[in-house]
């Protein structure tokens, strides 16, 4: 019978759990509170490809765990309808203080069932809107396919955040919230990545005609050209150049190429660090160490310390600090040495109490 209990409470710690972590929202609708009531399941057949070796990454994007037609506004909300109601009785059941062990029993098999309810619901959310991902992506295409892989990763990403965020109730469409969720995480994507210098742009003719024209009309005008300006004097398409102008100028704002400090400058054999390099530059923990030596010489008598700073500042002989102090060499030396072990001394204690902190 002891056994009874431990099973209990095994039950209830994870119906617990599997309440606290529920990525979803705590969005309660009076239905829900119906013991009648249970949300339809929107489940489409999905279709599969045999992508390859050879297939575009966007095509191998979407064929993977297959595809499905794109939802309708009542199939949306019917599945975030589905989402929140497993929430609600995973939850509902967490906040019960039964002490009947069938009862926990019982939860842990519903908790389960409602967990593979809502994730059934959050997958067919995804599959169905990754068309959105590919289209939020379409204007960094001219980066190049190898970069291609990692936006729409990123995109997918942004999806699923905007899944268990979205709040169906506010009356906004999922697809709006979607998209700009999408872009936003695209567009801070491409910044950091084009800052840190990791994201190599290679641009086309169009691209460098269009800077050519802007930086000769900037010298001579003192401003950027207006679109239309730059389409009459490139030649080039009004729609053209809306699209690539945003291109040019983040490719403006590209960090110049690292250069070595190894790197040799023209014929001879002096390098970047020789040009660079601060010969007054003091080292910082050669300099802490000094000062943490000053420290504990202040904290010696005022003849040692002035002897000390004869000896080994102002470089005099023992005999000549001797002869300072009417004292012979012998002693000045015994002083000396006196000083330097109460240094020592001073030093170990400082060491010890930092090394106590940590």
């Known amino acids: ?59 191998r994007f979407l064929s993977d765990r297959g595809q499905v037609e794109i939802l309708q506004p009542e199939m949306v909300e019917e599945l975030f309808r589905e989402i929140y109601w497993s929430c609600y009785q995973i939850r509902k059941l967490a ?34 809107n990754r068309p959105l991902i590919v289209a939020c992506a379409k204007p960094f295409y001219w980066i190049g396919q190898i970069w291609i892989s990692d936006f729409l990763q990123e995109g997918s990403r942004a999806l699923g955040n905007a899944i268990r965020k979205f709040d169906f109730t506010r009356g906004v469409p ?12 695209l567009r801070n994507y491409f910044r950091d990545h084009i800052r840190s210098g990791a994201l190599g742009i290679k641009p086309n ?17 003192g401003e950027d050209p207006s679109p239309l300006i730059l389409s009459e004097m490139t030649q080039l398409p009004p729609e053209r ?12 704002r590209m960090p110049a190429t690292p250069l070595s400090l190894d790197a040799a400058l023209g014929d001879t054999k002096s390098s970047l660090h020789d040009l660079v390099a601060d010969h007054q530059h003091v080292d910082s923990a050669k300099e802490v160490e000094r000062n943490e030596v000053w420290e504990a010489v202040a904290r010696l008598p005022e003849r040692l310390q002035i002897i000390l700073k004869r000896r080994y500042v102002e470089g005099y ?26 240094i020592r001394a001073f030093m170990r204690e400082t060491y010890a109490r930092e090394n106590n902190k940590l």
């Open 1 to 59: 019978m002891s056994d009874v209990p431990q099973k209990m409470e095994q039950d209830r710690a994870e119906v617990l759990d599997s309440a606290i972590a529920l990525p979803f929202l705590e969005l309660m609708l009076p239905e829900f509170e119906d013991p009648a009531y249970e949300p339809g399941s929107v489940r489409q057949p999905r279709r599969y490809g045999r992508p390859d070796g050879d297939t575009l990454p966007i095509t």
């Open 205 to 221: 003719e169009d691209m460098i005609k269009i800077q050519k024209v802007i930086q000769e009309w900037r010298d001579r005008q």
């Open 241 to 252: 150049i809306k699209k690539l102008l945003p291109m040019v100028r983040q490719w403006q």
């Open 95 to 128: 906040e019960s203080d039964s002490s009947d062990p069938s009862f926990w029993n019982y939860a842990v098999q519903h908790t389960v069932k409602c967990i593979q309810r809502m994730e059934a619901a959050e997958e067919e959310l995804f599959i169905a």
């Open 317 to 342: 002989t023992l005999d000549e600090v001797g002869k300072e102090f009417g004292l012979t060499r012998a002693r000045i030396k015994q002083l000396q040495d006196e000083g330097l072990q109460k």
């Open 174 to 185: 999922f697809y709006a919230y979607a998209q700009r969720s999408i872009q936003n995480r």
